[in-house]
């Protein structure tokens, strides 16, 4: 069946610097299987899949895929479908704000131009890592376990661990290397910029092999949301991903009445359409 497509860029104001997603947006009669086929043939880090909403209060539902793992969040996904949905001809109940509905629940998100921004969901976990699990994932990013001032779970979703090193120097020099664990890992980590944002890495690791995401709204997401809970930041303030892989990521943050939006530009760079 010919279906609408769409790949959109997320997180950065320069076109081909963000963070791209493939966005089907009538999924209606996939299955999972389907779904999880065209993910991984892709080669995107993640696809969604627009869907009727099953909540009468939202506007529409999407599936995530990241190959063959299905995600019940995660934020340049959410960012990029809501973005695709409203260049389609989606009308949001509310024109200030899309309801969009994932397996992880209703997410709001708004609308100001170019910027969209997702309220960002409660944290699953956001304790300490434990002493193994920081001398395992120093081991990973090259370097002594001194050099890590926080660990913590950052999981809102996606399952990733967070370290927080003492400069964004010292996140960019980072030499990580897969092979000296196998396992399943998803790391974060960042550091300080002067401008008050910090400078992020997003790691996956899997059975020796790396990947590295060029800009990861989940992550930084539920970091913004640990470091201000311990007033290690401040909003509004904007983060910087991607500038090792050549992207020019920008995630910004701003709280209002004690609710983190968490946002980035977001641009459609192909528009046609795709045989499922």
């Known amino acids: 069946m010919r279906r609408r497509f769409m790949q959109v860029d997320v997180f950065s104001q320069d076109p081909y610097k963000g963070n791209p997603l493939g966005v089907v947006l009538d999924g209606d009669g996939l299955d999972a299987a389907q779904m999880r086929d065209y993910s991984s043939w892709s080669n995107l880090s993640e ?5 009727p909403p099953s909540d009468g209060r939202a506007d529409f539902r999407f599936r995530i895929f990241a190959g063959q793992q299905e995600f019940p969040f995660a934020g340049h996904p959410i960012l990029g479908t809501v973005r695709a949905w409203l260049a389609s ?13 994932c397996q992880a629940g209703l997410v709001p998100v708004r609308v100001q131009g170019d910027l969209l921004s997702f309220q960002s969901p409660a944290l699953l976990r956001s304790e300490a890592l434990d002493a193994a699990q920081v001398r395992q994932i120093s081991e990973l990013l090259g370097i002594d376990s001194a050099e890590i001032a926080a660990a913590f779970w950052a999981d809102n979703g996606p399952g990733w661990r967070a370290v927080l090193l003492d400069s964004a120097d010292a996140v960019l020099a980072l030499a990580p290397d897969a092979s000296r664990h196998h396992g399943v890992w998803k790391i974060g980590v960042l550091g300080p910029l002067a401008s008050g944002g910090f400078e992020v890495r997003a790691l996956n690791f899997a059975d020796g ?11 930084n997401a539920a970091a913004a949301e640990w470091l201000l809970a311990r007033r290690l930041a401040e909003a509004p303030f904007c983060n910087r991903q991607g500038t090792v892989l050549g992207r020019r990521g920008r995630v910004q943050f701003r709280q209002e009445d004690g609710i983190l939006w968490t946002g980035g530009a977001t641009h459609v760079l192909i528009d046609g359409h795709i045989e499922l």
């Open 47 to 51: 696809v969604t899949f627009v869907l």
């Open 89 to 101: 001809g989606g009308s949001p109940q509310n024109p200030a704000e899309v309801l969009a509905e």
């Open 209 to 219: 092999v790396l990947r590295e995401d060029p800009v990861t709204g989940s992550l």
